[in-house]
């Protein structure tokens, strides 16, 4: 190569000069290109759009289409808006022996229609786009260059080079890292309190990951900064281009931790084009409720241990009595009796069907009405009456309201949530369900703890009893049926004319054909009601997600795992987590435990290894902790290094010192985040010392602090933390890996010796 001094050895060109200049000025020529012709697809979807919402009335089939294409318009409009920022990331070059074209990278494909659909950009998930995170000098797949462009709005202010030849394969490459400047420049930025997507520069360890496949349940297993949560969040969205077929119908389900964490993470499907998944905590999972009630750890944990199941099992059957000894009742003047006999055979009938208890009611009721109408007819002497008058005389047994209450009292009709809250408020109730199964205290708990609200373990309770008892919706169900005959039929009418129609189908979204089959979308049709699937699953505690994914997943106690199993029958999930950081009481010590139950030994295990967040400074601090807990756990390896050391200052008086911590963080961190992380007992203390409102200052626990991350962490009172729960010294890994820059520690107490010789 010759010596140029716009170029460095490797080639790359050298920023500032006139060839830098030059080639920046191509790169901003070709993006116009994509802003004009994403410009263009926008004014075409909205001009479709519009000529579809001008349509009235018309047959049943023409109402039909149109909502059809009124979906799929508004969809590809939203997506086309969430690519404004950043559209184009990316570019690869090929080596020529590859006969490849230059390929641009970024949030969506566009094509050009006038030159046979060539590529112009190409998804981030389009398995052309794969060398881009993959490629290394090593192994470079063919790739000569990887190029990161950097932009702001529609102006492209830089770039990145990589030139993939084996003279630079010892180059950084200690970490494998892909795009190593463009990486650090984004792990550089100051954090703003809400999370950002990852797509420019995805690494290939994570990338592994997001393109896993579809089935089974994988778990990703990562120390804290490793961007699990960013992998699980772009495997959702991997998944949903990949899978649409299958996702769109049944939707994608992301479990987090708690709404906080939920808002943190909110924005980073839309900024990848994604409205389809449904976020949500275990607490929302049951419809109708956002339980957010607060108790002390040890109900939560008592109510979270597998035998729970049982506990509540009998906890219904308890519902399902027998007279002692016989129960009479009233009747047109006269007495009819029912004896123990009678119903404890009526009963084992019924529990026999194993059908839910307020199905199986059903069964009961009728023996019983057999048994009492036999004994009306005797009364009136059997031999006078014909099989009509014993059935007209069933009938009015039936319609009985004494009658009614008697059965009642027998074999009552329950809902979820008035069978826990008797159990949790009647002391014999929980002791005659919990036999042996939960001691003297553990009761306790369950009692003491009573609040107004549901709290999150109470919902896989609730869940669990559902399941229980059933609902008894024979009649509509009926009347579902009938519909769902009707839609079919017009559905696969409207299947045909679609298929002939051009103008519905845009070539850059699915044909109609290739994504539903009559059945499909006869479902979606019945639910076209305006809803998503996420909408709907949100409002249906019986929905099945076409996958599911679990972040901070080592939270989740047995019984709610039996929830999240339920929704996804064919267990095809994502559960990312780290069990070092395990705070719940009654949350996973190891995967296998947690799984083993579900899926036996049939999951696969993926692990994540570099941390992206917490500088190396700070993580030789986490990494003493972690060998207290664990000396075989191995703290995960920082990308960068920041220059600064974590502090540590002793406070007689938190009052006076605080507020003098925090403004010195805030100045150091110049426009950015940080967090106080406080000891539970004291973080109502701690909020009323910092009252100013600034919305950079957050005040958290460190169980509200799991999954996020600051500029700046202070951390109050660790003896505290340490002190504070069974697993302190999880509590304290986990929010000593909350800073992304800096970390001060301000001890009140004890010295924790974990945390010995910070300056
Ligand atoms: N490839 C990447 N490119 C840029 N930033 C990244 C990358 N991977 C992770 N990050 C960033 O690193 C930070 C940590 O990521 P994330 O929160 O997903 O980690 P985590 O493993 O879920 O952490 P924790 O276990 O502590 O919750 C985030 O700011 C994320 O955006």
Not at 133 to 154: C, F, I, K, M, Q
Not at 189 to 198: A, F, L, Q, V, Y
Not at 224 to 229: E, I, L, N, Q, V
Not at 663 to 670: C, H, I, R
Request: with cysteine.
């Amino acid at each position: 190569m010759s010596v140029s001094p716009d170029r460095e050895t490797d080639g790359t060109l050298v920023d500032g000069t006139p060839e830098h200049a030059a080639e920046l000025a191509r790169e901003q020529a070709y993006v116009t290109t994509l802003y004009v012709k994403l410009d263009a697809e926008r004014v075409e979807a909205q001009r479709r759009l519009d000529v579809t919402l001008k349509q009235t009335g018309g047959t049943p089939q023409a109402r039909t289409e149109r909502d059809v294409a009124t979906t799929l318009y508004s969809d590809r409009l939203a997506q086309l808006g969430s690519v404004e920022q950043g559209l184009c990331f990316g570019r690869l070059d090929f080596l020529p022996e590859q006969d490849e074209e230059t390929t641009y990278i970024g949030r969506l494909g566009l094509f050009d229609e006038d030159d046979e659909y060539r590529p112009l950009l190409v998804d981030w998930r389009a398995p052309v786009a794969r060398p881009f995170y993959l490629a290394t000098a090593a192994s470079p797949d063919g790739v000569r260059r990887r190029r990161h462009l950097r932009s702001l709005t529609r102006k492209v202010t830089g770039f990145d080079d990589e030139v993939l030849d084996l003279s630079a394969a010892d180059q950084g490459q200690d970490l494998g890292l892909a795009g190593e400047a463009a990486l650090l420049a984004a792990l550089e930025r100051r954090r703003t309190g809400e999370m950002s997507d990852i797509v420019a520069t995805i690494q290939a360890e994570q990338d592994r990951i997001i393109r896993a496949p579809l089935g089974g349940v994988m778990v990703v297993q990562g120390g804290p900064g490793t961007g699990k949560t960013a992998v699980a969040l772009h495997r959702a969205a991997y998944l949903l281009y990949t899978h649409r077929q299958q996702l769109t119908t049944r939707g994608v389900l992301v479990v987090g931790p708690n709404s906080t964490f939920l808002r943190y993470i909110g924005q980073v499907l839309p900024s990848l084009g994604e409205t389809g998944v449904l976020l949500a905590t275990v607490g929302q999972l049951y419809p109708g409720l956002d339980a957010d009630g607060v108790e002390s750890r040890e109900a939560a944990e008592v109510k979270g241990r597998p035998v729970m199941a049982d506990v509540l099992a009998n906890a219904v059957r308890d519902r399902q009595r027998v007279p002692e000894p016989v129960l009479e009742i009233e009747y047109e003047r006269d007495l009819l009796k029912l004896d123990r006999k009678t119903c404890a055979e009526a009963r084992t009938r019924a529990r026999r069907s194993r059908r839910p208890h307020n199905l199986a009611r059903r069964l009961f009721v009728s023996d019983v009405l057999d048994a009492l109408t036999r004994q009306a007819a005797r009364k009136l002497g059997e031999d006078l009456l014909d099989a009509q008058d014993v059935q007209d005389i069933r009938a009015e047994l039936a319609a009985d309201k004494g009658i009614a209450a008697a059965v009642d009292s027998l074999w009552p009709k329950l809902t979820p949530e008035g069978l826990l809250d008797d159990l949790f408020a009647e002391r014999e109730r929980l002791r005659s369900a919990a036999g042996k199964l939960l001691s003297e205290a553990d009761r306790t708990h369950l009692e003491s703890g009573r609040e107004a609200h549901w709290t999150p373990a109470d919902v896989p309770l609730l869940d669990e009893l559902a399941e229980l008892l059933g609902e008894d919706d024979t009649d509509e169900r009926a009347e579902r049926r009938r519909r769902d005959r009707v839609e079919r039929a017009y559905a696969e009418g409207v299947l045909d004319i679609l298929e002939q129609d051009d103008e519905i189908v845009d070539e850059e979204l699915l044909r109609v054909s290739d994504v539903l089959d009559a059945e499909l979308f006869a479902e979606r049709q019945q639910a076209r009601s305006e809803l998503t699937a996420a909408q709907r699953a949100a409002q249906d505690r019986t929905w099945t997600f076409g996958h599911v994914i679990v972040d901070e997943a080592q939270e989740l106690s047995a019984m709610d795992w039996r929830l999240l199993m339920r929704r996804s029958p064919n267990r095809s999930m994502t559960l990312v987590g780290d069990v070092a950081q395990t705070g719940a009481a009654g949350g996973a010590r190891t995967w296998d435990e947690v799984l083993s139950p579900y899926v036996d030994d049939r999951w696969k295990l993926e692990q994540l290894t570099v941390n992206y967040r917490t500088p190396a400074e700070i993580m030789a601090v986490a990494a003493r902790v972690l060998a207290e807990l664990d000396v075989d756990l191995k703290a995960p390896t920082s990308v960068r290094e920041t220059g600064f050391r974590p502090w540590a200052a002793p406070s007689a008086d938190l009052a006076a010192d605080l507020p003098g911590f925090v403004a010195g963080e805030l100045s150091a961190v110049d426009g950015g985040t940080v967090a106080v992380l406080t000891p539970a007992a004291r973080a109502e203390e701690i909020r009323e010392l910092l009252a100013a409102d600034d919305e950079r200052v957050s005040v958290l626990t460190v169980e509200r602090a799991k999954g996020l991350e600051f500029d700046s962490v202070l951390l109050v009172a660790p003896d505290e933390i340490t002190g504070g729960s069974p697993r302190g010294l999880n509590d304290l890994y986990v929010a000593l890996t909350r800073a992304t820059r800096r970390l001060g520690v301000v001890q009140t107490g004890d010295a924790v010796p974990a945390l010995d010789g910070l300056g």
